[in-house]
């Protein structure tokens, strides 16, 4: 049980595109879904949470109209990285709370964005 | 504000030998979530262990044990007869429990390489 899937798991596009990534928790209601970012050999960095028809909230430094979060059901989430530049270009990753255990959070496969 | 330290950036072994990464944390909360992830280089999080702040038993499973010492602020992970599929990078991550949304803080993960 708790299983999220991601898609699509690797993007390549040219600079100026916007590029949609879905999140879903497939056998449990997500309460909450997380977006993370993550650079080479770096941690996981949090960019935004999301709970269910609400407005995502966003960490410091991180531009909600660059980054566009919709949480339209318990079991989908998007992230849209707007008019893509290759500084977009990184590793980014969902996870879902609600499933078991309690309080843990399942990861997506991620999505790997290449903006040439 | 939370932290978690995870020292070890990079350790190597030899197939067989036991492995210890280590995690040291820090927190004001008195309630809290420790937690364990690995991360293989196909890059997708896995959910390893769940800990709850007021159970400091320590647990094992199969191959993994964790040693959760509330009075060192410490929750390290021992691999046990290393194999060459546990390459992978591994997180420590601490949760916050203020609201409803559970986020994490990640330790900077530990590379472990386990050579044949």
């Known amino acids: 049980g708790a299983v999220v899937s991601q898609h699509p798991s690797r993007v390549i596009c040219k600079s100026g595109t916007s590029v949609k990534i879905e999140c879903r928790s497939l056998?449990?209601?997500?309460?909450?879904m997380f977006w993370y970012r993550q650079f080479p050999k770096k941690s996981l960095m949090l960019m935004a949470t999301?709970?269910?028809?609400?407005?995502?909230?966003?960490e410091q430094g991180v531009e909600k109209d660059k980054f566009l979060i919709n949480h339209a059901s318990l079991t989908l989430s998007t992230l849209t990285v707007t008019s893509a530049h290759p500084e977009d270009s990184s590793f980014y990753i969902c996870?879902?709370?609600?499933?078991?255990?309690?309080?843990?959070?399942?990861f997506g496969d991620g999505t790997r964005l290449s903006i040439l | 504000a939370q932290k978690v330290t995870q020292a070890q950036t990079e350790i190597s072994v030899v197939e067989k030998e036991d492995v210890t990464l280590d995690c040291v944390y820090e927190t004001r909360d008195t309630t809290y979530y420790l937690f364990w992830y690995k991360q293989p280089p196909s890059g997708e999080l896995v959910f390893l262990i769940r800990?709850?702040?007021?159970?400091?038993q320590n647990e094992i499973s199969g191959r993994y044990s964790w040693n959760f010492q509330k009075s060192t602020s410490s929750f390290n992970f021992t691999i046990t007869a290393s194999q060459v599929v546990d390459s992978a990078v591994y997180f420590c991550a601490l949760s916050d429990p203020s609201g409803s949304a559970r986020q994490l803080t990640f330790g900077s993960g530990t590379q472990l390489t386990v050579l044949p």
């Open positions: 996870s879902a709370s609600g499933g078991d255990p309690p309080g843990a959070q399942h």
């Open positions: 800990r709850n702040s007021f159970d400091e």
């Open positions: 056998d449990f209601q997500a309460t909450t």
């Open positions: 999301s709970n269910e028809g609400s407005k995502a909230t966003y």
